[in-house]
């Protein structure tokens, strides 16, 4: 079974300042991991993947985040965060390459506070 | 091109009428996803197609669900009757053929609302 816990449901921060969103996942299997982000009353649109290779993955909009197997946990990270960056973000995982559907976290509300 | 279309984008209804919801994925793509979003339950597969065939259905909640793909442009996603618990927002998505991790591209999603 493949699972996907994102750590705290609400994050706050300042504008300028780190943005970290936490993603920890269980496979037995080498995962292929993803970040979405929603925006109110949007679909959810890709921020960032990994599949193979390069364990740190730079996305859009100066996200990046790093795979890293021996703490089995993909998080989110942004230098500096921005006004627009206020949104929810899901990470989500496929292990299994014979079923494609994506399996989600319960997602982190980012607030930034100007 | 347009993105996935669904539609409608709201829909309210009352308990035990039947609820057509219909999405276009993009073109060219080979696979497309049914997702359902709610408070309680986050977000979570319902079914998905490949090459308009459904590969999983165990997310489907119970056979008041239904979803077809007549052709590779177009699926519904059928509930019959309606309950007030089904009440959520109902995401297509879709993504081309190929690697595991090839993107899924969401649409707009409808907001369900059964009172």
């Known amino acids: 079974a493949q699972s996907v816990t994102q750590l705290g449901s609400h994050v706050s921060v300042s504008e300028g300042a780190l943005v970290l969103l936490r993603c920890n996942y269980s496979?037995?299997?080498?995962?292929?991991l993803f970040w979405y982000v929603q925006y109110p009353n949007q679909g959810l649109q890709l921020l960032l993947k990994y599949t193979t290779g390069a364990t740190l993955v730079k996305g859009i909009n100066g996200f990046e985040a790093e795979f890293k197997k021996s703490e089995t946990s993909f998080h989110l990270t942004k230098p500096s965060a921005h006004m627009s960056d206020a949104a929810e973000y899901f990470c989500a995982v496929i292990t299994d390459t014979g079923r494609r559907a994506l399996t989600f976290g319960s997602g982190t509300r980012l607030q930034v506070q100007p | 091109d347009a993105g996935v279309i669904q539609s409608p984008r709201h829909e309210v209804t009352e308990m035990g009428q039947e609820v057509t919801l219909r999405c276009k994925p993009i073109?060219?793509?080979?696979?497309l996803f049914w997702y359902r979003q709610t408070m309680m339950r986050g977000l979570e597969l319902l079914i998905y197609f490949n090459n308009n065939v459904p590969i999983d259905d165990s997310g489907m909640p119970e056979d008041r669900f239904s979803a077809k793909m007549p052709n590779a442009s177009f699926s519904t996603l059928k509930i019959q009757p309606s309950e007030p618990r089904d009440s959520a927002v109902y995401f297509c998505?879709?993504?081309?053929?190929?690697?595991?991790?090839?993107?899924?591209?969401f649409g707009p999603g409808t907001r369900l609302t059964v009172t």
């Open positions: 496979s037995s299997v080498p995962p292929y």
């Open positions: 998505a879709s993504s081309a053929f190929g690697q595991v991790g090839n993107e899924q591209y």
């Open positions: 073109s060219g793509h080979d696979y």
